[in-house]
């Protein structure tokens, strides 16, 4: 069936009582739309409810007492063009200044919305857990919060609860003193197939306090790669680059697979798509 | 030779760029009803029930449909080219299947309804039961010996959908004396054309008249017209096709589709205009060009190809009615394309299978082989430790060699291959290439190739080749009709029977008429796509429209200028041979004119001596048939032109995820005489870029159970400007003897250049992997695949 009630909440509330007053699965929330209203179109998807965010005002970048927030209907354009989210969160300008689809893409696409779809392919995901990022979710009876590794609990699977929504996100801690990202696609319009978000905090003395490598793409969620053994006082040079793809390759199992890709390559770009991450943030620089 | 001009842009381009242009989906009269159709979710299936009864009782459904339904009221869709002329075999296909479907998408039922988001969800309403058969969706499992049988109750013993072999010399005798033989395995993968717009069809039925309108997004609308009248039972005069401007057609819009009756049908029980808009994963459904090859190849030291036997096994999906199944008859037909081979044998299996049919795509069969033969030398190449263009020269027809008869029977018209090969080496700086490449440090992560390919591209309609006394002779190949028509103020109509996808042959035409009576290109109107006000024509396919409807155009346009011109030798007091027509007006050396206008003047108020009629003339145009000295036997008619070009592709392979990044291509292309320079680079890069993701990514995947899973454009990737290099094009123009105007095509040409070169790039700089296949497309796991099996010496 096509035919559908839509709905506009003019508020976060009132979009929790619109959610609270269906069973699960018979609604369906469009931020930006950029995925659901293709497959609504196309009948991938359908629910006798529709629920749209685009005016319930939590498309801002915001710096809430040196932490900053990010409303779930903020747009990958309203990323790059917020100095807060260029001052503190550059890594995640760095991401959405390549999502796939360009400007029309960035300007409608939220990074809540693809957040809650989980789709392992996603850009955004592994660097929200390589930030440390924790959801906001609210519901009729409060708000509670959630590590983002938390909240994606497999492939187009969260922890949102059937009459809860997710409010924004916010970075508790610094800002990484030095990021990197690399994405493999198979061509320009394709996919993400695997990826990597590398973020690094330093000591005092300019070693190594803290190193997160999260692969996505690869499994039905991110991967953490836990590499505190190798890193922590190690100085910030290329020479981590090596010992820390090379945990990701033994470490990481690749499960997921589409039309696009297998599991098993999945697994063996693991090492090169890590280590590109890797080298770019301990260059300084960014790649891909 | 007619001028037309040499780098015209595209006429009238402004409207497309404003979004001004109409397309079919524009087209909305009073009263539209919207098609949607309900399609078979099983690839094999018995059709045991359907249940139209949700679709009805939907608010604003007005007619919902069975196969059982529309069985005596649509025909049989028929064949536009019929398989049984060259030995194949017919299928019974009708519009809607009524008691068992053969592939995912078959239509079953269909609705109309007041909006298309209605009728959509009735026809999604419709629920059909299915008892699903076992379903060959590969070549190989269509033609096991204990394959379930697809086509029994046409009488099909086997799934066999046509078989043919093409040999000349002793192919068995020249292996086994060869001092060298390579065994390979070429694999091509099944691809599609995806423009931008999909079909589409708005029928209109007049019940006053009993006469039927149809605007379809189509390359013929002749056939369509004849398609319709076969199947709606109407006769054609009752029938008015119209093509608005097209979104790009790649052989995709040819006639034969169960939707054009339908929309039709729909129309005429409703007596209101119904509109069907393909959905882009209706579009993916089709597809084409599949295909494997078993190789085997004789060779002597320096590299001269001595004999070819070739086992080429293609799956065309169900049968069906539209041409293009034909493609498999072409790629086997063109093998050994550029070369002089004297002992070849090609076998070849045409299989139906449960995967959705064939349509055409642009290259229709000729840029397989193309990708083949160009693997094939590199691969000899790689055996004897010679360098690919040394390979290509020791193989390649000379220009006395001229016309060729092929092992079909096709017959290659002209070129300069040699030449053509030696100015792409010379252009791209090919050595400079080999020696840079050889500075690249072992160790990096992106390893730089370099491939040469070289082509030949059939052109100007064909398909059926062979000798007379071995097959019937078929058709003759088509010719083109255009009349030119002065107004009696001076205005000039061009009305042709060819039809532009998009690519501006119509601009083409209208410079070649414009130059014949000296006016501007501007000041012709060019009409086509009406089967009510054209000559019948071929629409566009095959390269034609300007190669031989342009020739059509220019002697009608020449046959009006010889009337203009004894109209105007009274009036200029000279001889009817001393009148030139030029800046719209007659003119005479001694400096007395009169203008277009005058002259038209004239002649309507009966002051100027011309016999009846005279400012309009209609003539038809047929490409003359290559004739190959010495040859006794007649052979049937076929492509009477043959573009050629030689392509060099440069490509960085990411070695540690198989990533490949195109950063040159390169093309000495020859069309015969160029009509407008622009125009042919157009075409070139929209094949050659084809050509990218045909080598690279493009795949209509389909899975075991026979489902098409890469049904969007994120799992069916196209190249982006992103994925391809700006193009480097110089042209060797060799006119063909067998057109007026020198012409040899060009909307083809560049799909299997680049493919090959390509192909061979990415080979080359992966360095000869321990591998006896090829497999398309060169997709990064494909790639990290080869890179694996580690190198072959």
Same mark, same amino acid.
């Given at each position: 069936?096509?035919?559908?009630?839509?709905?506009?909440?003019?508020?976060?509330?009132?979009?929790?009582?619109?959610r609270a007053a269906?069973?699960?699965?018979?609604?369906?929330?469009?931020?930006?739309g950029?995925?659901v209203v293709?497959a609504l179109?196309?009948?991938?998807v359908?629910a006798?409810?529709?629920?749209d965010?685009a005016?319930?005002?939590?498309g801002y970048v915001?710096?809430?007492?040196?932490?900053?927030?990010v409303?779930?209907?903020?747009?990958?354009h309203?990323?790059l063009?917020?100095?807060?989210a260029r001052?503190?969160?550059?890594?995640?300008c760095?991401?959405?200044?390549?999502?796939?689809?360009g400007?029309?893409i960035?300007?409608?696409a939220?990074?809540?919305g693809?957040?809650c779809?989980?789709r392992p392919?996603?850009?955004?995901l592994a660097?929200l857990v390589?930030?440390?990022?924790?959801v906001?979710?609210k519901g009729?009876?409060g708000r509670?919060?959630?590590?983002?590794a938390d909240?994606?609990r497999?492939?187009?699977?969260?922890a949102?609860g059937?009459a809860?929504l997710a409010?924004?996100l916010?970075?508790p801690g610094?800002?990484?003193d030095?990021y990197g990202?690399?994405?493999?696609?198979l061509?320009?319009?394709s996919?993400p197939?695997?990826?990597a978000a590398a973020?690094?905090?330093?000591a005092?003395?300019?070693t190594v306090?803290?190193l997160?490598l999260?692969l996505?793409?690869?499994?039905?969620q991110?991967v953490?790669?836990?590499?505190?053994?190798i890193?922590h006082?190690?100085p910030?040079t290329t020479?981590?680059v090596?010992p820390?793809?090379?945990r990701?390759?033994?470490l990481?199992t690749?499960t997921?697979a589409?039309v696009?890709?297998?599991?098993?390559?999945?697994?063996?770009?693991?090492?090169?798509?890590?280590r590109r991450?890797l080298?770019?943030?301990?260059n300084?620089?960014?790649?891909? | 030779?007619?001028a037309?001009?040499?780098?015209?842009p595209k006429?009238?381009a402004t409207a497309?760029l404003?979004?001004?242009?109409?397309?079919?989906d524009?087209?909305a009269?009073?009263g539209?009803?919207?098609?949607?159709v309900a399609?078979?979710?099983h690839?094999?299936a018995r059709?045991?029930?359907?249940?139209l009864a949700?679709a009805r009782?939907?608010?604003g459904v007005?007619?919902?449909?069975s196969?059982a339904d529309?069985?005596a009221?649509l025909a049989?869709?028929?064949?536009?080219?019929d398989?049984?002329?060259i030995g194949g075999r017919?299928a019974?296909?009708?519009a809607?299947?009524?008691?068992?479907v053969r592939y995912v998408?078959?239509?079953v039922?269909?609705?109309?309804?007041e909006?298309r988001?209605?009728?959509r969800?009735?026809?999604?309403?419709i629920?059909?039961?299915?008892?699903?058969l076992?379903?060959v969706?590969?070549?190989?499992?269509a033609?096991?010996?204990?394959a379930p049988?697809?086509?029994?109750a046409?009488g099909?013993?086997?799934n066999?959908l046509?078989?043919?072999?093409f040999?000349?010399g002793?192919?068995?005798g020249a292996?086994a004396?060869?001092p060298?033989r390579v065994r390979?395995r070429?694999?091509?993968?099944?691809y599609?054309?995806a423009p931008?717009?999909p079909?589409?069809?708005?029928?209109?039925w007049?019940?006053?008249s009993?006469?039927?309108?149809?605007h379809?997004?189509?390359?013929?609308?002749f056939?369509?017209?004849w398609?319709l009248?076969?199947t709606?039972g109407?006769p054609?005069?009752a029938?008015?096709?119209?093509?608005?401007?097209?979104?790009?057609?790649?052989?995709?819009?040819?006639?034969g589709?169960?939707?054009e009756?339908?929309?039709?049908?729909l129309?005429r029980l409703s007596?209101?205009p119904v509109k069907?808009?393909?959905?882009r994963?209706?579009?993916f459904?089709?597809?084409g060009?599949?295909?494997v090859h078993e190789?085997e190849?004789?060779?002597g030291p320096?590299?001269?190809l001595?004999?070819?036997?070739?086992?080429?096994?293609i799956?065309?999906g169900?049968a069906?009615p539209?041409?293009?199944?034909?493609?498999s008859?072409?790629?086997?037909?063109a093998m050994?394309t550029?070369?002089r081979?004297?002992h070849?044998d090609i076998?070849?299996?045409v299989a139906?299978?449960?995967a959705?049919?064939w349509h055409?795509?642009?290259?229709y069969?000729k840029?397989?082989p193309?990708?083949?033969?160009?693997?094939?030398?590199?691969v000899i190449a790689?055996?004897l430790?010679? &360098?690919?263009?040394?390979?290509?020269?020791?193989?390649?027809?000379?220009p006395a060699?001229l016309p060729h008869?092929?092992p079909?029977?096709?017959a290659?018209?002209?070129g300069?291959y040699?030449?053509?090969?030696?100015?792409?080496?010379?252009?791209a700086?090919y050595?400079?290439?080999?020696r840079?490449q050889?500075?690249?440090p072992?160790?990096?992560d992106?390893?730089?190739?370099i491939?040469?390919?070289?082509e030949v591209?059939?052109?100007g309609?064909?398909?059926?080749a062979g000798?007379l006394?071995?097959a019937?002779?078929?058709?003759?190949?088509?010719?083109?009709?255009?009349?030119?028509?002065?107004?009696?103020s001076?205005t000039?109509?061009?009305?042709?029977?060819t039809t532009?996808?998009g690519g501006g042959?119509?601009?083409?035409?209208a410079?070649?008429?414009a130059?014949?009576l000296?006016?501007?290109r501007?000041e012709v109107?060019v009409?086509?796509g009406?089967?009510l006000l054209?000559?019948?024509?071929?629409?566009?396919?095959?390269s034609?429209?300007?190669?031989?409807g342009?020739a059509?155009a220019?002697?009608?346009a020449?046959?009006?200028a010889?009337s203009?011109?004894?109209?105007?030798?009274?009036?200029?007091?000279?001889p009817?041979?001393?009148v030139?027509?030029?800046?719209?007006a007659a003119?005479e050396a001694?400096?007395?004119s009169?203008?277009?206008?005058?002259?038209?003047?004239?002649?309507?108020a009966g002051?100027?001596v011309?016999?009846?009629?005279?400012?309009?003339a209609t003539?038809?145009?047929?490409?003359e048939?290559?004739?190959?000295?010495?040859?006794?036997e007649?052979y049937?008619?076929?492509?009477p032109?043959f573009?050629?070009g030689?392509?060099l592709?440069?490509?960085?392979?990411?070695?540690?995820?198989?990533?490949?990044?195109?950063?040159?291509?390169?093309?000495?292309h020859d069309?015969g005489?160029?009509l407008n320079?622009t125009?042919?680079e157009?075409?070139l890069h929209g094949?050659?870029?084809m050509?990218?993701?045909?080598?690279l990514t493009?795949?209509?995947v389909?899975d075991a159970a026979?489902?098409?899973?890469?049904?969007?454009f994120?799992?069916?990737?196209?190249?982006r400007a &992103?994925?391809?290099?700006?193009?480097e094009l110089w042209?060797?123009?060799?006119p063909?003897?067998?057109?007026?105007?020198g012409t040899?095509g060009?909307g083809?040409a560049?799909?299997g250049g680049?493919?090959?070169a390509i192909?061979?790039?990415?080979?080359?700089a992966?360095g000869r992997?321990?591998t006896?296949?090829?497999t398309?497309?060169l997709?990064p796991p494909?790639?990290?695949r080869?890179?694996n099996?580690g190198?072959?010496?």
């Open positions: 069936m096509t035919s559908f009630a839509y709905h506009r909440p003019a508020s976060p509330s009132e979009a929790v009582e619109i269906y069973p699960a699965g018979a609604s369906a929330v469009i931020g930006g950029t995925l293709p179109t196309r009948g991938d359908s006798p409810n529709v629920i965010l005016r319930t005002g939590l915001a710096d809430r007492d040196g932490v900053p927030r409303g779930t209907m903020t747009s990958y309203q990323l063009t917020s100095p807060v001052a503190r969160l550059p890594l995640l760095l991401v959405a200044a390549g999502i796939t689809g400007y029309q960035r300007h409608q939220t990074v809540g693809a957040l779809a989980a392919s996603s850009d955004v660097p390589a930030l440390g990022a924790e906001t979710l009729s009876g509670r919060s959630l590590a983002t909240f994606l497999d492939a187009e699977r969260t949102l059937p809860e409010e924004g916010t970075f610094p800002a990484p030095r990202y690399y994405k493999l696609k061509a320009e319009s996919w197939i695997a990826t973020a690094m905090w330093l005092g003395d300019g306090a803290t997160r999260v996505g793409g690869i499994a039905g991110p953490t790669i836990p590499l505190d053994d890193a006082g190690a910030a020479a981590l090596t820390c793809a090379d990701a390759a033994r990481a690749a997921w589409d696009l890709a297998t599991a098993d390559y999945r697994q063996q770009v693991v090492r090169p798509v890590a991450a080298t770019a943030m301990l300084g620089r960014t790649a891909s | 030779m007619t037309a001009g040499a780098a015209e006429a009238g497309f404003t979004g001004h242009a109409h397309y079919i524009d087209i009269p009073d539209l009803l919207y098609m949607a399609r078979s979710p690839a094999h059709l045991t029930g359907i249940d949700p009782s939907m608010p007005v007619l919902a449909l196969g529309v069985q009221q049989p869709i028929p064949y536009v080219l398989p049984e002329l017919r019974t296909v009708r809607l299947a009524a008691e068992r998408g078959e239509p039922a269909v609705v109309a309804a909006d988001y209605t009728a969800a009735a026809a999604r309403s629920k059909a039961a299915f008892e699903p076992p379903a969706v590969t070549g190989a499992a033609v096991a010996p204990d049988l697809l086509h029994e046409d099909w013993p086997d066999i046509a078989a043919h072999r040999a000349a002793d192919a068995e292996l004396a060869a060298h390979h070429f694999s091509i993968q099944r599609t054309t931008i717009e079909r589409g069809y708005v029928a209109s007049d019940e006053a009993g006469s039927l309108t149809v379809a997004s189509h390359q013929h609308p056939q369509l017209r398609s009248s076969q709606l109407l054609e005069s029938i008015r096709v119209i093509v608005p401007h097209v979104g790009g057609t790649f052989g995709m819009k040819m006639t589709y169960p939707e009756p339908l929309v039709c049908l129309s007596r209101r069907w808009i393909e959905s994963a209706e579009c459904l089709g597809g060009r599949e295909q190789v190849a004789g060779f320096d590299g001269e001595l004999a070819l036997r070739d086992d080429i096994l799956p065309v169900a069906a539209s041409p293009g199944w034909r493609m008859y072409v790629s086997a037909a050994p550029a070369y081979v004297p070849v076998r070849l299996r139906a299978t449960n959705p049919p055409s795509c642009r290259g069969g840029e397989a193309v990708a083949v033969m160009e693997r094939l030398m590199d790689d055996e430790g010679l &360098d690919p263009a040394a390979v290509r020269h020791r193989n390649l027809l000379t060699e008869r092929m079909a029977g096709y290659i018209d002209s300069d040699p030449t053509v090969l030696d100015s792409l080496l010379h252009q700086d050595q400079g290439l080999r840079r050889a500075t690249c072992p160790d990096a992106w390893r730089p190739g491939g040469i390919a070289f591209t059939p052109e309609g064909g398909h059926a000798k006394s071995e019937p002779a078929g058709p003759p190949r088509d010719a083109e009709t255009a009349t030119v028509r002065l107004t009696p001076g000039v109509d061009l009305l042709t029977g532009t996808p042959s119509d601009t083409v035409l410079g070649l008429v130059a014949e000296g006016i501007a501007e109107r009409i086509q009406d089967t054209c000559p019948p024509g071929g629409g566009n396919s095959s034609r429209g300007a190669s031989i342009g059509a220019v002697l009608a020449q046959q009006v010889r203009l011109r004894q109209a105007a030798a009274g009036p200029l007091g000279v009817a041979a001393a030139k027509l030029s800046d719209r003119r001694g400096g007395g009169i203008t277009l206008a005058e002259l038209c003047g004239l002649v309507r002051a100027a011309v016999p009846p009629g005279a400012l309009e003539r038809s145009y047929r490409a048939q290559s004739k190959v000295p010495g040859e006794t007649a049937r008619q076929s492509y032109y573009s050629n030689a392509y592709a440069c490509v960085e392979v990411d070695c540690t995820t198989g990533v490949v990044r195109v950063t040159r291509l390169v093309a000495i069309c005489h160029i320079q125009l042919v157009g075409q094949a050659m870029a050509g990218l993701g045909a080598a493009e795949h209509s389909i026979g489902q098409v899973t890469a049904d969007s994120k799992t069916y990737l196209l190249p &992103d994925d391809v290099p700006a193009f042209h060797h123009e060799v063909s003897p067998n057109t007026l105007l040899k060009a083809e560049g799909l680049a493919l090959a192909a061979n790039a990415v080979y080359d992966i992997p321990r006896h296949a090829t398309f497309p997709s494909e790639v990290l080869l890179m099996a190198p072959g010496r």
